[in-house]
């Protein structure tokens, strides 16, 4: 399957059970996103808000944006999200991967994952970064992932 | 100083001791940089080389570039280096920091770093972050960097 440049849609995940009936899963690259289904994604696993605005900038100066949805009543349903910072050369940093809880443990965050993964080597990226809070360390590492390799420390500063 | 959205350049250090001469270092946010005095500057702390076409994109697609430069003979001489890509928003990471050999241990790679951090907190950017090898990590500890805050481990994925 080519997931380049996706900007309707492919269906990733034929009849996924889902309480009790069976959903199509679909995957978009596509930019244009509904901030307040993305919102409301992000409300689900606790994320503290963040302003429309920034939002907005931040997919459009993302490099690869990757979505999840089913479709119900003709609507797409958000129900996963990740994206991509880079150089379009040599590395990418993956941000805000984020997996709907009722559909956490249906291995769709390794999905989420892989199809990045794979567009940025399709991209022909050397090296792909992200930083992982300690309970999805282990997710990372499953899908190949190396925390602090060589020694390398992932470091952070914050405006004050 | 207001450092940002530098063209031309403007001047960061009156009268350096350098080989016993007094120069004036320069800093330029110009991205139109000659990519034959990059080269040559990574080769002097060596670092691997890496094709010009692909090194003009990454430069063309970083939200920041910060060249540090003295000028001999009406020709400015590449002394130091950096780089960070960003969605613009929320984050920025910094790459490739480097100072010529010659111009270490003189407080280049902090000025540089605060430049870096001015111009990112002028961009209202909330989190800026890096990998660093080894032996840099207490360099950016000084200047305020934390190694895995609350456990967040950075992590890198090499394709292969």
Redesign the interface.
Known sequence: MNIRNIEDKVLLINQLNYRGNKINIYLTTNKNINLYALEKLCDSVGWVR?PFK??K???????LIISLFHIKDNSNILIGFA?A???????A?I?DVVVHPDFQGKGLGKILMDQI?QQ??YAD??????????QV?MF??N?????????????????H
């Open positions: 963040r920034k939002v900038i931040a997919i459009e100066h993302s490099f994206r910072t880079s150089d379009h050369a040599f590395n940093t941000w993964i940025l080597k990226i050397t090296t792909i970064t992200l930083f992982a809070d300690p360390i990372y590492k899908l190949g992932f190396l925390a602090d390799p060589d020694g390398i420390k992932g470091m952070f500063w914050y405006p």
